[in-house]
């Protein structure tokens, strides 16, 4: 949320947590901008010559906040976690990332995402997702299949893991649903071995 305070040039608030702000203000012949948090302390002033220089720091106060959220909730470090392992899953075991797949390669990839959205429908029938929750799944798991024609190997197998990941953590209800789903996944993408 960007306020209009005549005591500013600029005033940016994170509407999620409204302690997190970032402003630009004159200061004589030079500009203030203080934000908070900011790279190493909860808030941090800097000098600029030339309010153009704001966008710079504003990138560094938004990275910033995704550190911090990211400290707070462990979802994010899962998150992390999967893209590392399956970083290394991508180049010890995928031939040819940079090649599409095969015929028979993206037969069965549908076939594992389609057994994927049959648990996640199991999940809904024994009320451990609602039907909400598996309608948002998915539309993400037919987005992944679609993607299998136009991406390498590589990077569709890093996108739908991300991909993945999101919708998980955001329908897993508890830790407990997110471990099953997360679990299937994983299973899918042949990161469980």
């Given amino acids: 949320m960007v306020t209009d305070d005549r005591d500013y040039l600029l005033r940016i608030v994170f509407r999620h947590k409204e302690e997190y702000t970032f402003t630009l203000r004159r200061l004589g012949h ?6 908070s948090p900011g790279e190493h302390e909860l808030q941090e ?4 010559s030339n309010p153009s220089q704001s966008p710079d720091q504003i990138l560094i106060w ?6 911090e959220l990211r400290i707070a909730l462990p979802v994010y470090s899962e998150l992390d976690a ?10 010890a075991h995928i031939q040819d990332a940079q ?5 028979e390669e993206s037969a069965e990839l549908r076939s594992k995402l389609d057994d994927l959205m049959a648990k996640f429908e199991e999940m809904a029938q024994r009320q451990e997702l ?3 929750e598996v ?7 037919a987005a992944i299949k679609a993607n299998l024609d136009g991406y390498p190997k590589g990077t569709w197998y890093k996108t739908a893991a991300s991909k993945l990941w999101l919708a998980v953590s955001k ?3 508890s830790k407990e649903s997110r471990l099953v789903l997360a679990k299937a996944a994983q299973k899918l993408l042949g990161l469980d071995q």
Avoid: C
Wanted: net charge positive; aromatic share 4%.
């Fill in 135 to 141: 309608n948002r799944l998915q539309k993400e798991v």
């Fill in 171 to 173: 329908v897993g209800t």
């Fill in 30 to 35: 030079e500009f203030l901008v203080v934000a």
């Fill in 99 to 103: 090649q599409p797949f095969s015929d």
């Fill in 130 to 132: 609602s039907q909400q």
């Fill in 45 to 48: 002033s800097l000098k600029v």
């Fill in 62 to 67: 938004t990275r910033s906040i995704r550190d």
């Fill in 82 to 91: 999967l893209r590392e392992q399956l970083e290394k899953h991508v180049q």
